[in-house]
């Protein structure tokens, strides 16, 4: 496992469990690592895969709280140097990491045991700084600009944004290798407006996803247009008075969509319960 160069000093490394991208940008003396992975031995692998890059010390940043992006925290987190992450975000994990790290360890108990007892063996740790909005960081004179631009995947995604390479690190609003993920801590009906501010900024060269190789701003473009046709499909269903059953139903008719069945049904209810107001 190596890291990749997709823009000037901007490096990402593809993790082959669950396809998850970490993200090395390298500054004048100082580095920042975007995503942690999920266990103290895959940290530690990404660690060594940073160091054939680069000796600069890093600061640490996590695109939001699920276990995959941020559990590795603690086996790479530099105690002069911060770890970053949305208010939100760090509220999550810190409030729901036992509960991630249950629900893993029984999915990869008999298929991945290794990684289960690795995963059980986790030490977590949150983030030492966080913010609501926008925060610019220096990184050696290099500016990078994290931004929340909204609820989406989850209620604390944020972007990290390198605009002399044109890179958006997007996190989980943006997937390649598999469908927009839909889990029960996501707001389908934000997610199409976060990802319309993403393709707001510029420059966009290169956007860098949650899972999957980078992609170019017509892959978000496409991507976008899935999300808005899920967002305003579940909106028509709740005003026709439709149950959420019979809207998710209807997602999976349209051919246009790559939603699982888990996924629509998931979606439907989120949706529902934010239009409700109980989400």
């Known amino acids: 496992m190596r890291f990749v160069e997709v823009a000037d000093r901007v490096f990402v490394l593809r993790y082959p469990i669950l396809d998850i991208n970490s993200t090395l940008i390298v500054g004048d003396g100082e580095a920042l690592l975007v995503d942690t992975l999920a266990t103290g031995r895959q940290a530690n692998d990404l660690g ?18 699920h276990f995959d992006h941020c559990f590795g925290n603690a086996a790479l987190a530099d105690s002069a140097r911060p770890v970053w ?7 999550l994990l810190l409030e729901t990491a036992e509960t991630q790290r249950a629900a893993w360890i ?9 990684h289960a007892r690795d995963l059980a063996d986790v ?12 925060i610019p960081l220096d990184l ?39 469908a927009p993920s839909y889990g029960d801590d996501s707001y389908p009906l934000h997610w199409p407006e976060t990802v319309a501010a993403l393709l707001r900024l510029d420059p966009l060269t290169v956007v860098i996803p949650g899972h999957g190789a980078p992609v170019d ?28 059953e019979e809207a998710a139903e209807a997602l999976l ?17 989120r949706a529902y319960a934010d239009l ?4």
């Open 48 to 65: 060594e895969a940073a160091r054939a890059i680069t000796s600069f010390p890093w600061a640490l940043v996590n695109t939001h709280h």
């Open 85 to 91: 992450a949305h208010e939100e975000a760090n509220r």
């Open 106 to 114: 029984a999915r990869w108990t008999d298929t991945d045991p290794v």
């Open 217 to 244: 701003a017509g892959f978000v473009k496409a991507q976008h247009e899935e999300l808005t046709t899920i967002e305003w499909a579940l909106r028509d269903a709740y005003g026709d008075g439709a149950r959420a």
């Open 123 to 134: 030490e977590i740790r949150g983030a030492t700084d966080t913010f609501a909005q926008e």
């Open 140 to 178: 050696g004179g290099r500016l990078i600009h994290l931004k929340h631009l909204g609820r989406g995947h989850t209620a604390g995604d944020i972007i990290v944004q390198v605009p002399d390479a044109g890179v958006v690190v997007a996190g989980d609003l943006i997937e390649e290798s598999a």
């Open 276 to 279: 409700a107001g109980t989400a």
């Open 253 to 269: 008719t349209r051919t246009s969509l790559t939603l699982t069945p888990e996924a629509a049904l998931t979606a439907a209810h």
